[in-house]
């Protein structure tokens, strides 16, 4: 009787690890079937890099730096002064601010959220710079932005219509 309950005792636990693993197998956070994340992010004075380091440690993600070629400086950035470089950049739709480099490994990963300050009620156009520099396609693509007044619906819609070609996911206010 001892073997008996032994041996039934021996099976439970082996089914029950059979189970488990079956379980793991199709569970996300599985290192073996684990999507990998990227953060990339542009962020002219700080405070959308402060947001995408956040998203990258909630998403345990990688993160890219959308870097321009020339930095922004303040007078760049006076929204107020109609010949800015911004204010430029932002009523030309064709601007494709340059930027420093490429995200070499952008093959490596599923989703990639794109983080922007909101400039205009919409994304800064070295965005579209980015997303016409690599290949995005059959990844998500998410977005994130922060901004002192506007919402990112506006960005997320524009972005989707000028790029219907990729898959679109969630999008973000992350003040």
């Known amino acids: 009787?001892?073997?008996?309950?032994?041996?039934?005792?021996?099976?439970?636990?082996?089914?029950?690890?059979?189970?488990?693993?079956?379980?793991?197998?199709?569970?996300?956070?599985?290192?073996?079937?684990?999507?990998?994340?990227?953060?990339?992010?542009?962020?002219?004075?700080?405070?959308?890099?402060?947001?995408?380091?956040?998203?990258?440690a909630e998403y345990n993600a990688d993160i890219y730096e959308i870097a321009p070629e020339v930095p922004y400086t303040a007078a760049d950035l006076?929204?107020?002064?109609?010949?800015?470089?911004?204010?430029?950049?932002?009523?030309?739709?064709?601007?494709?601010p340059a930027i420093k480099g490429l995200c070499e490994n952008?093959?490596?990963?599923?989703?990639?959220?794109i983080g922007f300050p909101v400039w205009w009620y919409t994304a800064p156009t070295i965005i579209n710079t980015f997303i016409e520099a690599h290949d995005l396609g059959g990844k998500v693509l998410n977005v994130f932005a922060t901004s002192g007044g506007s919402d990112v619906k506006g960005s997320y819609n524009d972005l989707k219509k000028a790029y219907p070609q990729y898959k679109w996911g969630e999008s973000r206010l992350m003040n």
Do not use: H
Request: with cysteine; hydrophobic share 35%; aromatic share 6%.
């Open 1 to 56: 009787m001892k073997k008996i309950t032994l041996i039934i005792a021996a099976c439970c636990m082996l089914l029950t690890a059979c189970a488990q693993k079956n379980n793991r197998s199709n569970d996300p956070q599985n290192d073996n079937n684990m999507k990998k994340t990227l953060v990339a992010y542009f962020s002219a004075t700080g405070t959308t890099k402060a947001a995408a380091e956040s998203l990258a």
């Open 78 to 96: 006076d929204w107020r002064d109609k010949t800015s470089r911004s204010t430029i950049e932002m009523q030309d739709k064709s601007s494709r």
């Open 106 to 113: 952008i093959a490596d990963y599923d989703t990639v959220w």
